[in-house]
């Protein structure tokens, strides 16, 4: 005689899921996430490239705002720095607020363009990291965005490597930009860029000369000219051919 309080309990084979059938829907679900995996990688790339768009406006703006305190020229070393020789030219030392004197030769200043407004008043900003910096930076003047070499040097620098000279070291004014709405003032680095996803040519964050800003590949650059002071490198957007006169897309 059972036990009046123990209930049996039947399992109706019509509604139970089968091994075959499990087995399906897995593969159903693997399905969906691999034709969704890629999508979603996309969109939280164009998500960053987007921040980083933002992000290069507003480094632009902030050079542009300096510029017009500054007789319409980008802060450089020429004025806020003593000189040196280095093996590939002249090197600067900027110095910075908190006792700090940063060393570097003359036109990689552009890569730590930050140290030169902070020299002349501004505070350290997370506006100059790319989205896609995983962490944060260790010098109050890091940046992922590049000044371009273009405002270190006259225009008659960029025209024929060969006459390269220190003498076309000057403080260039941006209101000598013919093309300013096709010439890069900052541009993304493209090491940080292309973090986003090593299996698509990542786009960088470019901000014109006239404020605007565009997402660009370096192939859709004009071909730049070599720079005999910077280690012969020639570098799209950042040493344009006739410099700020130029322009880096047609």
């Known amino acids: 005689m059972s036990d009046p309080g123990f209930r049996h309990t039947r399992i109706d084979r019509r509604t139970a899921f089968t ?11 693997g399905t969906i996430l691999a034709i969704m995996l890629p999508t979603l990688r996309l969109v939280r790339m164009k998500a960053q490239e987007n921040q980083a768009l933002t992000r290069a406006r507003e480094c632009g703006a902030l050079l542009i705002g300096s510029a017009a305190n ?13 000189f040196g020789m280095s093996a590939e030219g002249m090197a ?14 003359y036109f990689a200043q552009a890569s730590i363009w930050p140290a030169l407004l902070l020299a002349i008043g501004y505070e350290p900003s997370q506006v100059w990291l ?9 010098r109050l003047y890091e940046t992922d965005f590049d000044l371009t070499h273009s405002v270190l040097a006259g ?20 209101s000598e930009a013919s093309y300013a709405s096709s010439k890069a003032l900052v541009v993304e680095r493209a090491s940080v860029a292309g973090t986003r996803d090593r299996n698509i040519a990542p786009r960088l964050a470019v ?15 004009l071909p730049p000219v070599p ?20 322009r880096d897309f047609r």
């Open 19 to 29: 091994l075959i059938e499990a087995l399906v829907v897995i593969a159903i679900i």
């Open 207 to 221: 901000a014109c000369v006239d404020g605007h800003g565009r997402l660009a590949h370096l192939s859709d650059a």
């Open 155 to 174: 225009p008659e620098h960029w025209r024929d490597p060969a006459a390269q000279h220190r003498s076309m070291w000057r403080r260039v004014r941006l």
């Open 130 to 138: 790319s989205p896609s910096r995983r962490t944060d930076p260790e």
């Open 70 to 82: 500054h007789a319409d020229s980008i802060p450089t070393s020429l004025t806020r720095a003593r």
């Open 92 to 105: 600067v030392e900027i110095e910075i607020p908190r006792s700090m004197v940063i060393g570097t030769d």
């Open 227 to 246: 720079n005999r002071f910077f280690r012969d490198a020639a570098i799209p957007m950042l040493t344009t051919r006739e410099g700020l006169s130029g």
